[in-house]
């Protein structure tokens, strides 16, 4: 999933969430935060919550790794930093980018089969035309 939003004082940043897993729902997940003079900030999330309570969201994940930024808790090497999920999530607008995808082709229809007519109609044309 890929976002922006812009910061009060450098204006435009891009977001990138990594999710591993079929459909995203495994651990780990990892957020990059690309700032507008070009550095890459990392933040992984493992979860650490045992029991039965509800996991969060990956709009909260990338909420909070936003707020931790903004914080100053940029990391620009390779392994990143770990999101601290008892920090303040991110309130401002925070827009999806969607991929552009071309649109789907048109729906295959099949060709009809072909049925040969009835006996006699076929022969009440032929009397017609000659």
Same mark, same amino acid.
């Given at each position: 999933m890929?976002?922006?939003?812009? @910061?009060?004082?450098?204006?435009?940043c891009?977001?990138?969430?990594w999710?591993?897993?079929?459909?995203? %729902?495994?651990?780990?997940?990892?957020?990059?935060? @690309?700032?507008?003079?070009?550095g890459?900030?990392? %933040?992984?999330?493992?979860?650490r919550?045992?029991?039965?309570?509800?996991e969060?969201?990956? $709009?909260t994940?990338v $909420?909070? *790794?936003? *707020? !931790?930024?903004?914080a100053g808790?940029?990391?620009?090497?390779?392994?990143g930093?770990?999101?601290?999920?008892t920090?303040?999530? %991110?309130?401002? @607008?925070?827009? !999806?980018?969607?991929? %552009?995808?071309?649109?789907?082709?048109?729906? $295959?229809?099949?060709?009809?089969?072909?049925m040969?007519?009835?006996?006699?109609?076929?022969?009440?044309?032929?009397t017609e035309a000659?």
């Amino acid at each position: 999933m890929n976002f922006s939003f812009s @910061t009060p004082s450098s204006g435009a940043c891009l977001v990138k969430l990594w999710a591993s897993g079929r459909y995203g %729902f495994s651990l780990p997940k990892k957020v990059e935060i @690309t700032g507008p003079e070009g550095g890459t900030s990392t %933040f992984l999330y493992h979860s650490r919550k045992v029991g039965l309570s509800a996991e969060l969201t990956n $709009r909260t994940i990338v $909420r909070i *790794a936003i *707020a !931790q930024y903004l914080a100053g808790d940029a990391d620009f090497s390779a392994e990143g930093r770990e999101i601290d999920d008892t920090v303040a999530p %991110f309130s401002g @607008t925070l827009t !999806q980018i969607r991929p %552009f995808a071309p649109p789907p082709p048109p729906p $295959r229809v099949r060709p009809s089969r072909i049925m040969p007519r009835a006996g006699s109609g076929n022969a009440a044309c032929a009397t017609e035309a000659a």
